[in-house]
């Protein structure tokens, strides 16, 4: 990981000099970093039932204050880097009544050290939760007919230079095999 992180003056600071932010949680953002690759970050600690949580947002610096998007696998160095390789951290998408959507901030939560979630999908060192059967819900004649869509198709192809090897020979075998999958499970449903 190349990245290199300068510590910055953080809004904590700032709204000293300046009663410049509104709201509540960026004012008290105590840390602030940026990147020399184009990321700025902020963190502030908060106490919860849990314990110490930390609040980070993460967005890029590049295309103006509120815009931009940060892929998952740099969200997940971001928080090696600044928080640990051991931290946990957590995004969330809340309820829709407590939705905050003002600009293309991401928001993690690094849990208390040592704290771990009790699900996972690693399969060797989270826990493996016993799983709920629940049946299925899907109509096959409908599977079918967005399967030979031509906008499905379309969605397909216009993604291909963002596709791994791996996905791209899994979705090319699905593709070879769905004639006689779906002839198969049309034959078992019957």
Known sequence: MGRTWHKMIPPKKVQEFANMYQGVWMKQM?????????FSVMSRQIRTEWGVVEHVTIKPMVGGMWSGDVPWSVKQEIKDELFG????????FPARKNLVDVCDVYHLWVL???MALPFGIHPYRDPQCEP??????FNMADV??????????AI????DESVSPLERAVVA??????????????????
């Not at 602030?32 to 690759?37: G, K, L, Q, V």
């Not at 931290?87 to 969330?92: C, D, F, L, W, Y």
């Open 132 to 137: 709920v059967e629940r049946g299925y819900d």
């Open 173 to 190: 075998g699905l593709v070879e095999s769905k004639g006689a999958m779906i002839e198969d499970a049309t034959r078992r449903l019957l």
């Open 85 to 92: 390789i051991r931290a946990v951290a957590i995004e969330v």
């Open 156 to 159: 397909m192809a216009a993604g």
């Open 144 to 153: 079918e007919k967005w399967t030979n869509s031509p906008e499905r198709e």
């Open 112 to 114: 208390p050290k040592n």
């Open 30 to 38: 105590d840390r602030y970093w940026e990147s020399d690759d184009g």
